[in-house]
Every structure is written in structure tokens, then in C-alpha cells.
């Protein structure tokens, strides 16, 4: 692996990213808050003169190899998320506080350590905490595809990099025209959301952007301390309607968790291939499940409306990995968050820009554990496994079970160092999925009307790590600790000591 060559990229991808840090300086300019803005400004700068510096070196097109575009995807989350820590650093969080806000944000995993002081600064701060997870949801998988063949790099390789294992709505043909489709889709949904909890819900403006700005990436960072369930006060906010509210998020928050070019094709007038793919119908009944159950506990019989909506926006928003609470379902029975789990554990589809597993591979991990049930009694059968009407190769396979079994025993590790940390039992196992799996809010003190602003440091840094790792799908960062690449990174055709 050429150590130049990845740090160089890494270095022209920063640039590119740190005129990101003007729209929440130019807020702070609004609001009077000179001196953060200042601050946004003099962030912005040292990331410009950082990706300068590292990406002096001219890089001419290049066939990225295999570890090399691996190492550009994860190396570009840990710089971008370090240079967005320095706001929170700014406004006096510690550095492993900051990192651990910055990468919750930039993994769209919404965890948080803020606690009742923090919400007490500017707006400009909170449409920060919004945007990073803005540009860590989809968008920027479709804005470094689109940008990286005028930085004279092919985007095909970092792609593939980042995007699952799991066969999903076929990106591979024109990638660069697949990517700029996304990205125009990104924007739009962004923009119809922030006009519906406007004009319909009547949540305030900058509030409704933020929400907007949080929900298609499937982030959950909300500018309220409460989630959702903060706006319901019609003391603080006398013109939202929270039924309303509640049921276009809902909306937001399923059609985040689904496939982006599957839902390209929807919109663009094959609306029948949303019901014809068997991945979103596995999602889609995988949260209707989830909600009956919900709902069905909670009432101990036949729910009112009002019961099933706070259902389906629960389990929306776990499954989708966004995370936010339209209630405190810390709360509920045991029965109703052991549903919460479940809907957890599935996931979203593949090509979305939801975290954890993905439900594609367990839908195939299902469907491979039903045909090896059936050769107990059929020994000689020959069963192959289909996926859109595709048999599914032995290779992807292998790659869909792998990844499903590294996640699951990621949640098992992540969890057992939490609780030799000192968590109880239920906070840390569930803290671990909820970063792990990118979705935010765990139970405990770590529930949705708390923060994670009470672990020790170490606890945090480790976290920290399984945000990065489940954002990257977990295979990424274990493909870079193999002996293999280890081996073999050299800096300017030299091998690099070790």
C-alpha cells in the first residue's frame, strides 16, 4: 500500500470538504456571535491549509489497489470527523468529548454526550452538529464519486470501498451518473422535508431544516434536548402539530432507510419496483411487525391512533438507524423495547444511508439458514439461493455471512469492554449496538432522553472506534489490519517501518 498516494488523496478530500464550515459562520455572523464565527472561519482554514499540505503531491490517474481505496474511505472518516471536533473544542468540550460528537455525527450514528449545559449554545453549533451528518450520510458517498475523477482519480474503486457486500439495486454500470442521481435525490427529499414540517407541521424554520438536515443521512441529532418529543409542549411551541410532525418524519425516516437508487427508480415512474423488491419488503414488514408488537403491549390490547403513531415512529426510527424519540421509551415494558431490539438488529437496506447490518444480508443469512434446515431432510437436494431473481454467488455469500457474524460478535466485544468499564449490563450491550450499529440512542442512561456525556473517557474512545468501524461495515478496517497489508505499506516505493 502506498502510503503517499492515500494520504495525498485523503488530504485533496479534506480540502475539498472544508468550505463546509462557512454556512454555520455565516449563521453565527446572524446571530451576533462574532466570535464563533471567527472560529468557524479559522476551522475551515486550517482544514483547507491541512488537506493542502498533505495533498501537495501531484496525483495523476492512478489503478487504486484494492487496500489503498480501503485505507483512502477510512482514513478520510478519521481526519474529516478530527477537523470537525474542533467547534465542539472551541466551545470548551474535552478532545475525547469532541471526537466523539464529531464522529457520532459524521457516522450518522446520533449518540451524544451533551448534557443540560450544552444546550445552551448558539444556533450555529447545532446546524454544525446538523450538517455533519448531512454530509456523512449518502451524500458524501455520491460527492467524493462525483468529485474524485476531477481530482484526475477514477471513483470506482472507493465505491466499491465503502458500499455492502450485499447484492442490492445495481449501481456498478455508469457509477458517476448513479452517484449524481443520488445526490439530486439527497437534496430534494431534504428540501421537501424541510417545507413539510414548515408549512404543514408548523415546527420553526431553523428547527425544521435541522430535522431535515438529520433525517435522510438517518442521523438523529436533534437541536432539541428532548428529540421529537420536545416539540410536543405547545407551551414552547404554540403552531406545531405533533400528530403531523410525527407522521412526516416517520415518512422521512423509512424513506431514508431504503435503498437510494431503489428509490430513484420509484420516483422516476416504476413505482411497482419499491413492492417488487424483496429487500424493502423485508424492511417495510420487518417495522410493521415491529410496530403491531409495539403498539400491542403497550395498550395491552387494540391501540388508539395516537398509540400506533408512536409506535411506527419509534420503530421507524430504530430500524432506520436515525434515532430519534417521539417519547421516553426507556419507560416502556420489557416486552415493547424488546421489539425496539429486534427492529434494531434488522436494519435498513443496502445503498441507504442507514448503519448496522444492513436487512438484505439477514434476509439472505435467514434464507441461507432455511436451506441448510432442509438439507438435514433432504441431504442430495440442491437448493440454490436466489436474491431478485439472481442466484446468489458462493463468493457474496461467504461475504454476507461474514459480515452479519463480525457485526454480531462486534456487539458482543464492544459490549464486554463497556461492562469491565464499569457500565451495567443493560447500558453497555445496548450502547454497543447503538454505536456499532450507527443507530444512536441504547437504553439506561444512554436512552433517548439521556447522553453518553456520563461514560469515562475510556468508554468513549471505545465508542468512538465502533462508530468508525460499523460505519465502515466492520470488514473495512479488519481487511487493513491484515498481515497482508501490514506487509506491504511502503512510502515512495520504500517499505514504511513498522
Known amino acids: 500500500m502506498r502510503l503517499a498516494l492515500v494520504l495525498g488523496l485523503v488530504g485533496r478530500l479534506l480540502r475539498v470538504f472544508s468550505p463546509a464550515f462557512l454556512p454555520p459562520a455565516l449563521l453565527a455572523l446572524h446571530d451576533g456571535a462574532n466570535r464563533m464565527a471567527l472560529e468557524f472561519v479559522a476551522a475551515g482554514a486550517a482544514a483547507f491549509a491541512f488537506g493542502t499540505l498533505m495533498g501537495r503531491r501531484r496525483i495523476r490517474a492512478v489503478s487504486f489497489r484494492r487496500s489503498e481505496a480501503l485505507a483512502v474511505v477510512s482514513f478520510t472518516w478519521l481526519v474529516v470527523a478530527a477537523f470537525a471536533a474542533v467547534p465542539y473544542l472551541m466551545v470548551g468540550l474535552s478532545p475525547v468529548d469532541a471526537l466523539f460528537e464529531s464522529m457520532s455525527g459524521f457516522t450518522t450514528t446520533g449518540a451524544t454526550i451533551f448534557t443540560e449545559q450544552h444546550w445552551q449554545f448558539d444556533r450555529a453549533l447545532f446546524l454544525w452538529r446538523a450538517m455533519t451528518q448531512w454530509f456523512g450520510g449518502v451524500g458524501v458517498i455520491a460527492l467524493f464519486i462525483v468529485v474524485l475523477p476531477h481530482l484526475g482519480v477514477g471513483g470506482r474503486q472507493l465505491f466499491f470501498a465503502e458500499a455492502s457486500f450485499a447484492p442490492s439495486e445495481s449501481i456498478a454500470p455508469k457509477i458517476q451518473g448513479v452517484a449524481t442521481r443520488i445526490w439530486i435525490l439527497y437534496v430534494f427529499l431534504t428540501l421537501l422535508q424541510t417545507s413539510l414540517l414548515f408549512l404543514m407541521a408548523g415546527m420553526p424554520f431553523f428547527d425544521s431544516a435541522c430535522h431535515a438536515l438529520t433525517t435522510m443521512p438517518a442521523g438523529g441529532f436533534s437541536p ?22 410525527e407522521w412526516i418524519i416517520t415518512v422521512f425516516m423509512l424513506l431514508a432507510g431504503m435503498s437510494f437508487p431503489l428509490l430513484w427508480v420509484g420516483l422516476v415512474g416504476r413505482p411497482w419496483k419499491l413492492f417488487q423488491d424483496g429487500e424493502a419488503r423485508f424492511y417495510m414488514l420487518a417495522t410493521l411487525l415491529g410496530a403491531a408488537g409495539v403498539a400491542l403491549v403497550l395498550a395491552q390490547g387494540l391501540p388508539d391512533l395516537a398509540g400506533v403513531r408512536t409506535a411506527m415512529f419509534q420503530c421507524a426510527s430504530l430500524i432506520s438507524s436515525t434515532g430519534y424519540a417521539s417519547t421516553d421509551y426507556n419507560l ?5 423495547r424488546v421489539m425496539l431490539i429486534f427492529v434494531m438488529l434488522v436494519g435498513g437496506c443496502a445503498g441507504s444511508a442507514a448503519g448496522g447490518a444492513k436487512s438484505v444480508r439477514h434476509l439472505i443469512a435467514l ?3 432455511y436451506r441448510e434446515l432442509t438439507r438435514v431432510l433432504h441431504p442430495r437436494a440442491v437448493i440454490p439461493l436466489r436474491h431478485k431473481a439472481a442466484v446468489i454467488p458462493e463468493a457474496i455469500l461467504r461475504a454476507v455471512l461474514t459480515v452479519v457474524a463480525l457485526y454480531l460478535a462486534g456487539y458482543l466485544l464492544c459490549g464486554t469492554i463497556l461492562v469491565l468499564l464499569g457500565a451495567d449490563l443493560v447500558t453497555g450491550f445496548t450502547a454497543s449496538l447503538a454505536c456499532l450499529g450507527n443507530i444512536g440512542p441504547g437504553f439506561g442512561p444512554a436512552g ?11 468508554s468513549k474512545l471505545v465508542l468512538v472506534v465502533a462508530m468508525w468501524c460499523g460505519r465502515l461495515e466492520v470488514v473495512t478496517v479488519l481487511a487493513l489490519l491484515h498481515p497482508d497489508v501490514l506487509r506491504k505499506i511502503r512510502w515512495r516505493g520504500q517499505t514504511h517501518p513498522m
Open 224 to 245: 432539541n434536548p428532548a428529540s421529537i418529543a420536545g416539540y410536543a409542549d405547545p407551551a414552547a411551541f404554540p403552531g406545531y402539530d405533533p400528530a403531523i410532525g
Open 367 to 369: 434464507k441461507y439458514l
Open 332 to 336: 416502556w415494558a420489557d416486552g415493547a
Open 448 to 458: 433517548p432522553m439521556g447522553s453518553f456525556g456520563g461514560f469515562d473517557s475510556a
